[in-house]
């Protein structure tokens, strides 16, 4: 499966930003989907996952309460709603798919290339 993340961009800590992540090729409703992020320096970190029916969801500690994932199988898409944004939260995020819902960036079966989520304080 081909994945195309977008909607990232500069905001004002305190604001919003909805990121998508568009997939083709095979079908997107058999994959449990992620996103993921990885700032300048550091390593590569889990944010939030859906199962492939969209009924169930995880987050990271650092975003629950503020990020919100969800996914759309007639569009082929995945969202991430990101809400009360905060300067820690800059960085380059993906998403990826893959046939277990996990926080383990090693697991992953495909990879989307990144948007750069970038918050100015």
């Known amino acids: 499966v081909q994945l195309q993340a977008s909607g990232g961009g500069l905001v004002q800590a305190g604001g919003s930003l909805r990121l998508s992540c568009a997939a083709s090729?095979?079908?997107?409703?058999?994959?449990?989907m992620g996103w993921f992020r990885q700032a300048p320096g550091k390593e590569r970190e889990f944010v939030a996952a859906i199962t492939r029916s969209g009924g169930g969801t995880s987050y990271a500690d650092s975003v629950k309460g503020r990020f919100t994932i969800s996914r759309d199988n007639a569009k082929n898409t995945v969202y991430l709603q990101m809400n009360s944004l905060k300067p820690e939260d800059t960085a380059v995020y993906y998403c990826?798919?893959?046939?277990?819902?996990?926080?383990?960036?090693?697991?992953?079966?495909?990879w989307g290339k990144g948007t750069l989520v970038t918050v100015s304080s």
């Open positions: 090729g095979r079908i997107f409703s058999f994959y449990d």
């Open positions: 990826a798919a893959s046939s277990i819902i996990t926080p383990m960036a090693s697991i992953m079966d495909y």
